[in-house]
Every structure is written in structure tokens, then in C-alpha cells.
């Protein structure tokens, strides 16, 4: 078994069960909505599921906006054991992080190069107090540059696993099914190669469109193309998501503090361990009621299994290894 020399990233992260990182070669396909609609998945497989969302798109985060934490309260607070995430709902099961929670103005640019890049994901990484976590999903912008070099280098420690920690980070790629948005996706797909981080599988957002009146979907936008592309490079195809205005004007809704009780909670105001009722989680609930939602239950689901496929490999692979040795 290889020893690993432990990080202050490592170290922070050693609560969290599984990472999920959640890539796209292309802006505008849907990555950060993706990235919310999993964290909400993973939210509704049990009751006490507690899951952490990592902003990493640090020139354009959107993902306090779609959560309904763009307000002015919304903001980070500094404990003893570090930063505190801020949680979108009273039972702490969903705590975001982003750099909009750090600017004085939500409109404000930030204009920084790479070393100043790194420094705030190192932080990000190392620095936040999200306790013990079911799932960490991280949103990262779209390519392949200095924020995924950054996160991929802080996160090396993790990529050797051991019996108690049977696990590794993965990623899944968000696509959309014209041919510009595949080209760009398979630079993404060849920067996990070269990283050695392993693709749970590929999504095909955009694909049709959930007509508000009778939920018929009609694929007037195309499909098939990141199928297609799944089969190609024998990735596990997660499923595709059609454009819902349903799920467009909640988060719409959540931007604007129109869903009632979406409101920031900062960690040190409540109890560790709380779990609640989905009629305390309207984010949640509203959500669930969405074809998105039954489309992205399907998409978790595999990605779910893919987690277990890993952790079973990884498992009998040290097990074997144990054995050898002694």
C-alpha cells in the first residue's frame, strides 16, 4: 500500500466521503444548473444525505444565485476550525461556498491572475469547515485551465486510497448534442486522461424541450450527439436533460428570494446533526415536482453505482494487495 504524506487539503477533506467534480469543455452548456440539480438529487436519496457545493468558477460564480443565496446576508463567517460554508436550508444539509460570498459587491469582476487563482482554491479546499459530508460537489468553469490544474494538484493526496478510505475523486462531463459543444468536450475528456481522474460518465443537457403545458418533450434543439460520444470513448452514458422552463423559472424564483424560507444560514446558528422534513427544504420540494428532477433521479442513480463499481475495485485491489504483502 503506498503511503501518501497528508495535506492541509487532505486533512480537511478526510470528512468528506465522496467528490464529485463536474467538468465541461464549453461555457453555456449548463454546467452550474447541472451541478445543482445533482447536489439536489443527492439530497433526495435519504433523509439525512448532507451534501457540500464547491464554486470554483471564480470570474463568473452563479451557483449562489440559483440557490437563492445572492442576497447580501448571504455571507462567510470565520470559526476556530475555519471558514463556515453557507448552508441554503435550516437542517444543514446543502452548504455552498463561493467566491460571490467573498465580494463586497455581487457585481464586482474579479480580474486575477493564475498565482491569485490558486491561492483562493487552495483556501477553498483546505480552509472550509463543511464537517462530514455524504458528497462534495465541485463546479469548476468551463476548459481546462488554471482552476482545474489547481484543484487537480491540491487534490493529488486523495488520489491514493486505502481500506478506510476506499475512495477517489471522479468527475462527469456536461454536454450539450451540437458538434461545437462535443469538439470542446473532448478536450475535457482528454484532460481527465491525462490527470488520471476517473469519468463516472457523460451528460446530454439541452437535449429537447419540456413543453410547460403537457410535459411532452420535443427534441427541436437535436440528441444523440453525446450518446454518441459516450459510445465512441466507451464512457458510460448518464442520460440526457431537455430544457425545462419549469426548472428555468424556479431558479429563476431562488434568485430573486421568491421561494419562501430559502434563506442563508450561517453554520454557527444551528445544531450539528439536524436533519428535517422535506417541507422544510422548499428549494427541495419545488424542485422534485420538476421533469427535470425525475430525469436527474435516473442520472444520479447511475452515477451512484459508478461510485460503488469504483469503491468495490478499489477495495478488493488493496485487499489483494494486503494480503500479498503480509
Request: hydrophobic letters at 35%; a negative charge.
Amino acid at each position: 500500500m503506498t503511503n501518501t504524506i497528508e495535506t492541509p487539503v487532505s486533512l480537511r477533506l478526510s470528512s468528506v466521503k465522496n467528490i464529485i467534480i463536474v467538468l465541461s469543455g464549453k461555457g453555456g452548456v449548463g454546467k452550474s444548473s447541472s451541478s445543482v440539480q445533482l447536489a439536489l438529487s443527492l439530497l433526495s436519496v435519504t433523509p439525512t444525505t448532507r451534501v457540500g457545493l464547491l464554486d470554483l468558477d471564480l470570474t463568473g460564480p452563479s451557483i449562489p444565485r440559483m440557490v437563492g443565496l445572492d442576497v447580501p446576508t448571504a455571507t462567510v463567517h470565520q470559526s476556530s476550525a475555519g471558514w463556515v460554508p453557507v448552508y441554503v436550508d435550516q437542517g444543514r444539509r446543502l452548504g455552498v461556498m463561493s467566491i460571490g460570498f467573498l465580494l463586497k459587491d455581487r457585481g464586482d469582476s474579479v480580474v486575477w491572475r493564475g498565482p491569485k487563482k490558486d491561492g483562493m482554491i487552495r483556501q477553498f479546499l483546505s480552509e472550509v469547515r463543511w464537517g462530514d459530508l455524504d458528497y462534495l460537489v465541485i463546479d469548476t468553469p468551463p476548459g481546462t485551465s488554471d482552476e482545474h490544474i489547481s484543484l487537480m494538484t491540491h487534490l493529488h493526496p486523495l488520489f491514493s486510497p486505502n481500506l478506510s478510505r476506499p475512495t477517489t475523486p471522479s468527475s462527469i462531463l456536461i454536454t450539450t448534442p451540437q458538434t461545437t459543444a462535443l469538439n470542446d468536450t473532448i478536450k475535457s475528456l482528454s484532460f481527465t486522461k491525462k490527470l488520471a481522474l476517473p469519468v463516472l460518465g457523460l451528460v446530454e443537457n439541452m437535449s429537447g424541450y419540456v413543453c410547460p403545458c403537457c410535459g411532452e418533450i420535443n427534441d427541436c434543439f437535436g440528441r444523440g450527439g453525446g450518446e454518441d460520444m459516450a459510445h465512441r470513448n466507451e464512457l458510460p452514458f448518464l442520460g440526457r436533460v431537455p430544457i425545462d422552463t419549469v426548472l428555468v423559472s424556479l431558479l429563476d424564483a431562488a434568485s430573486k428570494g421568491d421561494v419562501p424560507n430559502t434563506n442563508p444560514v450561517n453554520g454557527s446558528e444551528v445544531g450539528e446533526g439536524i436533519t428535517q422534513d422535506l417541507e422544510e427544504f422548499p428549494l427541495l420540494q419545488r424542485y422534485l415536482q420538476t421533469t427535470s428532477s425525475t430525469v436527474w433521479r435516473d442520472i444520479t442513480r447511475g452515477i451512484l453505482d459508478g461510485i460503488q463499481v469504483r469503491r468495490q475495485e478499489i477495495t478488493s485491489r488493496l485487499s489483494d494487495s494486503s494480503s500479498i504483502s503480509s
